[in-house]
């Protein structure tokens, strides 16, 4: 069982930064690949990164490759999505999630989901 929670989001102008951080509990953490995923109103939750448990293995959305950095820190149990030159179209509520597997994109290879934090980007 692996609990997650996120922070570090935030009501930026356009162009701007934030780091999200998740941290989860459990003692296997370093074991989980982990996600990032992001719901604008009225959207469906959408991939945007993730990362295998080393760290050595990293997707990106197409909308946010070159702009997002996902990280972690399995000492800490913790990981990280810097997001710089923010658009508006970034708004949404971002989640991480975690599976005890190979990284993934899919929402349904996930299973276990924090409650989100909501990132807002004004024009």
């Known amino acids: 069982q692996v609990q997650l929670v996120e922070s570090g989001g935030g009501l930026v102008q356009a162009g701007g930064s934030l780091r999200l951080s998740c941290a989860a509990s459990g003692r296997t953490f370093s074991r989980y690949a982990m996600g990032w995923f992001r719901q604008a109103p009225g959207k469906e939750r959408e991939f945007v990164a993730a990362i295998s448990w080393s760290g050595g293995s990293i997707y990106y959305a197409d909308s946010v490759k070159g702009r997002f950095t996902i990280s972690r820190d399995n000492a800490k149990n913790t990981v990280f999505l810097q997001m710089n030159s923010l658009k508006p179209e970034d708004t949404a509520v971002y989640y991480c999630?975690?599976?005890?597997?190979?990284?993934?994109?899919?929402?349904?290879?996930?299973?276990?989901w924090g409650q989100g934090t909501q990132v807002t980007i004004s024009s």
């Open positions: 999630a975690a599976r005890p597997s190979q990284l993934a994109q899919k929402l349904d290879d996930y299973a276990y």
